[in-house]
């Protein structure tokens, strides 16, 4: 373990380290939830016949911790992370995490590695993933008899350190990320794996992210394999852009994409929430498309690519000028440049 004054924080990247320890909580039938304690080993001791390994019985969740400007280090938005959270848990048939055990397994975690939350100039954050799964024994089909809860967090850069650069996207038409009525809502572990393989194939191609179509007709746009699909429309006469995003049942509900329709809203902007017809890619009814994600916020997309088509849009060196509006505000709520008028940050006097 590198200690915390020691890391070169311009250059810390986006990769875990372990840090000073994490919060871990277990529920069994008997008892439910216990009180928790800090652990300082990241090699947990996991029974071999864990439902978590056998049947994919997890889910997990992102989030993080700024240092602002006046020195508070707060989270981001945790209560909705919570509420996601216990939206996956009954889909894979586990008991849901209180929002105050998920809310004190945060803050402890991040108060006992306040020194690995980056400094504010840096543009860093301390990266906290919450997870749930089961722990305790079944070789049958059925939920474990004992469920764990983590969270730990490790110090991250910020991404775009050298700005923000527009990518190529490709449409996967060899998977579908998700079906309707099936868990493409809940954020599963299971969701994710299967897209590593034809993501590292598109990134060798040259793309950097894949975009999925929905399952049954592959006529509506449901999301990026990483993140949430955004589009703004150009300004009217008025100025007025329009922010849409899919509202697909097989989506993830994803709070970076509620806050930014948060700041929409603010801005005097519209927001449509409705299918999206690839169609109007391929018409260019949108000024800018975006990717956004907690790990990046915003990943602005210069191209999407289908077959042998490929349809540009908007600038293709630097992020759009309405999505940069967006993300400037968006940042500077979160490192106090902007008053936090929408009680995003938690707690809100800070932890330090």
Known sequence: MTAADKLDWANIGFRYRDTNGFMK????????????????????KVHICASGLHYGQQCFEGLKAFKDKQGRVRIFRPQDNAA?????????????????????????????????????????????????FGSGPMIGMDAAPEFTFLVFGTPVSNYY???????????????????PKGTGSAKLGGNYAPTFGPMHKAMAEGYTITLHLDSKTREYVDEFSTSNFVALTAPDANGVRTF???????ILRSVTRLSLIDICEKLGWKVEQRPIKFSEIEQG?????????????????????????????????????????????????????IEDSFGWMYPSEGLA
């Open 25 to 44: 909580y277990t529920w069994t039938l008997e008892k439910g939830w216990d009180n928790g304690s800090f652990e300082t080993d990241p090699m947990q």
């Open 244 to 250: 849409v995003t899919p509202n697909s049942e097989s």
């Open 84 to 132: 996601r959270m216990n939206r996956s848990a009954p889909i894979a048939y586990m008991p849901e995490v209180p929002e105050e055990i998920f809310l004190e397994g945060c803050r402890r975690t991040v108060e006992a590695n306040i020194d690995y939350v980056p400094p504010v100039e840096t543009g860093g954050a301390f990266y906290l993933r919450p997870l749930l």
């Open 161 to 179: 350190k050298d700005g923000i650069k527009p990518v190529k996207a490709l449409v996967m038409e060899t998977i579908d990320r998700a079906a």
């Open 285 to 337: 009814k949108f000024d800018e498309v975006a990717a956004c994600g907690t790990a990046v916020v915003l990943t602005p997309v210069k191209s999407i690519t289908r077959g042998d088509k490929v349809i540009t849009i908007g600038d293709q060196d630097v992020i759009g000028k309405g999505f940069e509006t967006l993300y400037n505000y968006y940042r500077g709520v979160q490192n106090g440049e």
